[in-house]
């Protein structure tokens, strides 16, 4: 059974920096793209930022993050990073871990059925 738990998420103020984990379990890490989405109330959830697995070396950002998000995933540790700079208010959102369903894929299908899905953690950046 596949899951994905995130954590690293909080209240930072505008300027600032978080790092979200994802840590992913029940089958191999480094064969599988992932991503981070994010939903802020009222909105629906959006795309942030994917990588490939391990051997594609592909990533993919939002131009709302470019620049200020990077994304990394440690295979060794079964863990995806989501490393937050920069941060403005408009980042605030529950920000969810998703694992693609198929292998070898160079990006993360942003179609919700074709990901494995996490419960999210809160972002909050206070102006």
């Known amino acids: 059974q596949v899951q994905v738990v995130e954590s690293g998420g909080g209240l930072v103020q505008a300027g600032g920096s978080l790092r979200l984990s994802c840590a992913a379990s029940g089958r191999t890490f480094s064969v599988y793209a992932m991503g981070w989405f994010r939903q802020a109330p009222g909105k629906e959830r959006e795309f942030v930022a994917s990588?490939?697995?391990?051997?594609?070396?592909?990533?993919n950002y939002a131009d709302s993050v470019k620049g200020r998000f990077t994304i990394s995933r440690d295979n060794a540790k079964n863990t995806l990073y989501l490393q937050a700079n920069s941060l403005k208010p408009e980042d605030t959102a529950v920000y969810y871990c998703?694992?693609?369903?198929?292998?070898?894929?160079?990006?993360?299908?942003?179609?919700?059925?074709?990901?494995?899905w996490g419960q999210g953690t809160q972002v909050t950046v206070s102006s």
């Open positions: 998703a694992a693609a369903k198929d292998p070898y894929k160079a990006s993360l299908d942003t179609r919700p059925e074709h990901n494995y």
């Open positions: 990588i490939g697995w391990y051997g594609s070396g592909s990533t």
